[in-house]
């Protein structure tokens, strides 16, 4: 199970990388954060966790959010550019099986600490993308390795937030309070690069952020396992 956790989770990694590759980046990131919808119905068939219509409102509530504050070409860009068919079906299998790592973790809490599956994750990621990263090596210089050193720390966090958040907290809960990222990066722009947005991209953030609360702070009682 951990091997496929890593597996998989490369795999996913890697569409989602491709999309971004191929895709109007909004468009990428709308299909990408499908993920927690599929989470929540995988969770259900999969693990047995019984679906909470409150729940479910509130990741789908998350999810029009997303869509509102990135605006994707596919939906607000009446003279856009037709998407490419493959590309769009790798980044739905890749939402799709990154749905399916999410369970994974969750059914692995009995039996694995959450620091030896972030580590098996990391371990067969980069025995996979070895042979990759050898064809085409370039030697980073000092700034470089300081930017790549930050990444790998800030992705280790993540990593182990997510899976110890997952080993706590309902499967369809947990990955979709990764929404709030998509708010965070928003304010980020704004405040970095002085990035404007306008009324419906405030519309949208107003959404997730109250969805994503009340998905973080509703203290119903969820029906148990079935």
């Known amino acids: 199970m951990l091997a496929l956790r890593g597996l998989f989770g490369f795999v996913a990694l890697t569409c989602y990388f491709y999309a971004l590759m191929h895709l109007p980046i909004a468009d990428a990131i709308v299909i990408h954060y499908i993920h927690p919808v599929f989470t929540l119905l995988l969770a259900t068939v999969w693990l047995g966790e019984a679906l909470d219509r409150r729940e479910t409102v509130f990741i789908v509530g998350c999810f029009v959010g997303v869509v509102l504050v990135t605006q994707p070409q596919a939906l607000f860009g009446a003279e856009s550019v037709p998407a490419d068919p493959f590309a769009l079906t790798i980044a739905v299998l890749g939402a799709l099986i990154s ?43 000092a700034r470089e390795w300081t930017i790549l050193l930050a990444i790998g720390v800030c992705t280790f966090l993540h990593q182990q937030s997510m899976t110890r958040g997952l080993h706590m907290v ?46 973080a702070t509703d203290r119903k009682p969820i029906p148990p396992r079935a």
């Open 99 to 141: 749905a399916g790592v999410y369970v994974m973790i969750r059914e692995l809490r009995s039996t694995e600490h959450p620091v030896r599956v972030v580590f098996y994750n990391a371990l067969v990621a980069s025995l996979l993308s070895a042979p990759w990263a050898a064809t085409t090596w370039v030697t980073p210089d």
């Open 170 to 215: 309902r499967a369809g809960r947990a990955t979709a309070l990764g929404y709030v990222q998509v708010l965070l990066a928003m304010l980020a722009g704004i405040w970095l690069f002085q990035e404007e947005v306008d009324l419906v991209g405030w519309c949208g953030a107003a959404i997730l952020a109250v969805s994503a609360g009340l998905l």
